[in-house]
């Protein structure tokens, strides 16, 4: 009997045979035991139609109880009466009427951006109460038009969910999409999917120059700024978490400016173009990364001469002695000098 069949249907059933006649024939059918599922209908239409039914008191569910059975009981007229029994055995016929339902309504699951493709990321898992074909459940994504992830692909038969290629933390952070799980009958069911891509230290820190002075007079004041360079991470948390240092801080140091930007300063210390004609900076930028990675960036800053230095003779006193004949233009004495300043700077003239 179907699980669908309506409260008040009927079923027919053989009737008893009693080779009796009159009073001492069948008179009467029961059940036994007695149960809210089933009573009997019986009686004649004619002298020669007899009918025996069985009635449905009570909606059947399949999942509740799958099969029932009970006696049919004919009873005669006779003093005293006689009576036959026959076993009926009603096996309840499963019909579409459950849709799958998911475990959970959202399931949610963590993939580090670096794993590879055809990793796991979780499964899904969906029940159906039906028997047979109309229990059986599949699974696929549910995306909606314009949307879909490519990212990931799920086993129709166990509902297990994978990547196909490694996400990228940088590019979005979390996933969000939908499972669909369809039995044999055509009912199905939707399960929210969430994703989220933890950050690994797959970035190193990245340096620009976004404005930068050389060459840089020797006389600029100590606290001039000579460069803004900007630094970045596209890590999160610790993994993009810079700090910053300088290979050389003999003339130059960092300073902080705002948000990721950084300011290269001149010293307390004066530069000297004739100690040196140029400064080669290694500027590093560090994350908070276990292990830590470093990105660089190299400064050259050429010293420019300013006329700081004045000439120097190659003595503090020249001495000469003269003949008292000597001819007029006679070249008496050479004296030199010097300038460690360069250009027209460091060019020496006398008088």
């Not at 009466?81 to 849709?99: F, H, M």
């Not at 007079?217 to 810079?242: M, Q, Y």
């Not at 590093?284 to 120097?312: E, F, K, Q, W």
Request: proline share 5%; net charge negative.
């Amino acid at each position: 009997i179907p699980e669908t069949s309506e409260q008040g249907s009927h079923f027919p059933l053989e009737g008893a045979r009693d080779l009796d006649i009159g009073s001492n024939s069948i008179q009467a059918y029961s059940i036994s035991p007695k149960n809210e599922y089933f009573s009997v209908a019986y009686g004649s239409r004619s002298d020669d139609d007899k009918y025996l039914e069985l009635v449905l008191e009570k909606p059947l569910d399949r999942e509740e109880q799958t099969e029932m059975s009970f006696h049919v009981i004919a009873e005669d007229g006779g003093s005293p009466p006689r009576s036959g029994t026959t076993e009926v055995k009603i096996v309840i016929l499963d019909v579409n009427d459950n849709a799958p339902i998911f475990t959970q309504q959202v399931y949610i699951g963590k993939v580090l951006e670096n794993m590879p493709e055809g990793s796991e990321i979780l499964s899904v898992l969906a029940t159906d109460q039906d028997a047979g074909r109309f229990g059986e459940i599949s699974y696929e994504l549910s995306q909606g038009e314009g949307k879909r992830d490519t990212a990931f692909v799920i086993d129709a038969r166990t509902g297990q969910i994978k990547i196909t290629k490694p996400l990228d933390f940088e590019d979005s952070g979390h996933h969000e999409f939908r499972v669909k799980a369809t039995d044999g009958g055509g009912l199905s069911a939707i399960c929210k999917v969430l994703v989220e891509v933890v950050d690994v230290n797959d970035n190193a820190p990245e340096l620009a120059v976004s404005s930068f002075s050389s060459p840089l007079p020797e006389n600029t004041v100590p606290g001039t700024v000579v460069a803004l360079f900007t630094v970045r991470d596209r890590d999160s948390g610790a993994n993009g978490k810079i700090s910053c240092a300088l290979d050389d801080q003999l003339f130059f140091s960092l300073r902080p400016a705002y948000k990721n930007y950084y300011e290269l300063l001149v010293l307390a210390k004066a530069l000297d173009r004739e100690e040196a004609a140029f400064h080669e900076l290694v500027l590093r930028a560090m994350d908070g990364g276990d292990p830590a990675r470093t990105g660089t960036a190299r400064i050259r800053v050429t010293v420019l001469d300013a006329n700081d230095n004045a000439p120097v003779f190659s003595q503090a006193e020249y001495t000469v002695r003269v003949p008292e004949d000597v001819p007029v233009g006679s070249t008496l004495v050479t004296v030199t000098a010097t300038d460690a300043d360069e250009g027209v700077n460091g060019r020496v003239e006398y008088s």
